[in-house]
């Protein structure tokens, strides 16, 4: 239905608004609640820890509630979450509010992949996770906005919360949307063996967390989105300071090529989701994916690692420091399509009745490595040297390398020969 598409898209934007404001608001904020500049990477740790919570508990609450009550629940617990932030007069009351931020996140992100992936073309899985990156970049703009205007960090996050509770509204109006949506998946006939099961399958995921992490490779897309959430993180995190300490830049220029890091991901995917369209146009033209297979899915995934790793060899390179921006552009583009595509690709890998709780498990381990690795990094930098940054996000661009090509022509019928190994 191309109506509650348009709701799926609106509901990532939503969850993309809030993710970068806390740092973009933070210098201010930190001023007036009397809290130290470090305390906010102590809020961002509560949320991640909400997130990995509600990850794991994604596929229960489907099953029992229904994906739509789930989803619209879980903005509204974002929404009141940014309201209590609006109003705060302490820190503390912010590491409070984190959890149900973190919590009605994660089950946003969990609910929506799995059911794109079930229900949806590749090349709407790529816009969706594009439409993310709309939101946080929106976010912090909407927050500079009020800065700048002199109206105060309390007045941006009021105006996102309102964003939020507007799409609450809607999403509340679109529960007999999800309905008729999962009744007709229910309808569909037998005549296609695999659209029924999908279909089924799509409305009841009874595959518990310790079930599916024991299922033949998932502990390999487990480790591939560890090191490709914490590589995006720690890029996004430290870049700047890289290419300021090392390359020479001035602060401005190199905050400049970290929000151009940003941008490549999102231009990148909403070009995937173009391509994976006139893929799909391709293969039903001449009814073979082999005409197509290089920019396929699993083609895609393949090229973005490359293209990291071409990237960060650049910034490894002893070329001048001019070209180092051109190592962190080709980054941010070979990072597009690898998580949406991976997420796409979950149910034909591990089976539909399984992928909710697949999917849940990979958020999970996406956001513990978004929240340990970049601090470990900051860390470790500190201590020795910053010239040892572009060899870490290799060696995290090497474990994707390796998990993604491990995890290539996987699926539940093929017999792999070992090819996998055990997972």
Known sequence: MLLLLVIIYLAFISLGLPDAILGSAWPIMSKNLNASLEFAGAVSLVISLGTVISSLMTAKLINQFGIGKVVAFSVLLTASALLGFSMANFALALMLL??????GAGAVDAALNNYVAQNYESKH??????????GATAGPLIMANYLMLNEGWRQGYMAITLIQFALVIILFASLPLWKKAITAKQEETDSDSYISSKASNSITNNTSNRKAFGILGVKIQLVMFFCYCALEAGTGLWAASYLSIEKGLSPEDAAFWTAVFYLGI????FLCGFVSGKVAEKVAATGSEKSAHKLNEEGLIRLGVITIILGVLVLISPLPSALSPLG??????????IYPNTIHL????????????VIGLSMACAYIG???VPPFIGA??????????????????LGLLVTTERLRGFSP???HNGVLGEA
């Not at 984190?98 to 919590?103: E, R, S």
């Not at 999102?266 to 995917?269: H, M």
């Not at 962190?328 to 399509?337: D, K, R, S, T």
């Open 98 to 103: 984190a959890i149900p931020l973190g919590i």
């Open 125 to 134: 899985m790529n816009y969706l996770h594009s439409f993310w990156g709309v």
């Open 266 to 269: 999102t231009c990148g995917r």
């Open 328 to 337: 962190l552009m080709l980054i941010g583009l070979g990072c597009a399509p």
């Open 346 to 357: 979950t149910p034909k890998r591990f089976s539909a009745s399984a992928s909710q709780a």
């Open 370 to 372: 978004t929240t340990l």
């Open 380 to 397: 470790l930098v500190s201590y020795l040297s910053f010239a040892l940054y572009p060899a870490l996000l290799l060696i995290l661009a």
């Open 413 to 415: 019928e093929k017999k």
